[in-house]
């Protein structure tokens, strides 16, 4: 039963993405309402706010996706190797998704970058979350004040590596996502080596 049910809600949950992709290509973000959107996916309003807060949240699905595929790859991660390659191997392995580049397109040209920016903070915020999870995990024992300290600033300064390089592709205005995976590996390298 509950397989079902997450295999409904998983289809919902795309018919949603997929209308309102389709709405923002076609009309535009500003001028595609949750109703337009509901409606082409078959759904009532109330079931579009239970997948999504805001027609605006769509644009930011890509990285949502992204967060549950690198908590998932993190996860198979060998606990002794260097947090560094794990969170690169983490991320190289993200999948490629034709519908997730246009949404990236979309949030550029639509969205205001203060809009852009303050979600990519919490996206940030949460990808290190999931690095200090994933220490705490490796280490399996119980946190002291030193432990903890540790694990965020490693997680701050490897994530804060990461949307840097990001940030960087976002201003450079390109869509070439070769780019982007060479400034993350620079940045992830750079950490690497070690502050100065």
């Known amino acids: ?9 998983a289809r919902t949950r795309n018919a949603l993405l997929t209308a309102a992709l389709q709405r923002f290509l076609d009309h535009g973000v500003a001028t595609t ?4 959107i509901a ?6 309003e109330r ?11 769509i644009l930011f699905s890509d990285y949502d996706a992204r967060l549950d595929w690198f908590r998932a790859a993190l996860r198979v991660r060998p606990p002794r190797e260097s947090l560094v390659v794990s969170v690169r191997a983490a991320v190289e392995s993200f ?18 970058i203060d809009t852009v920016n303050a979600h990519l903070r919490r996206v940030q915020a949460d990808f290190a979350d999931e690095i200090v999870q994933h220490l705490r995990r490796r280490r399996g024992t119980a946190d002291d004040g030193d432990a903890v300290l540790r694990d965020r600033l490693q997680a701050q300064m490897i994530t804060s590596a990461m949307f840097t390089a990001l940030g960087i592709w976002l ?21 690497g080596e070690g502050v100065r």
Request: hydrophobic share 40%.
């Open 171 to 191: 201003n450079a205005g390109t869509d070439d996502f070769t780019d982007l995976e060479r400034l993350i590996d620079s940045a992830l390298r750079i950490i």
């Open 47 to 57: 079931t579009f706010y239970r997948y999504f807060p805001s027609k605006e949240h």
């Open 95 to 112: 999948p490629y998704d034709n519908a997730l580049l246009e949404i990236a397109a979309l949030r550029t040209r639509e969205l205001e």
């Open 33 to 36: 309402s949750v109703a337009d």
């Open 39 to 44: 409606a082409d996916a078959g759904v009532t």
């Open 1 to 9: 039963m509950t397989g079902s049910m997450t295999s409904r809600s």
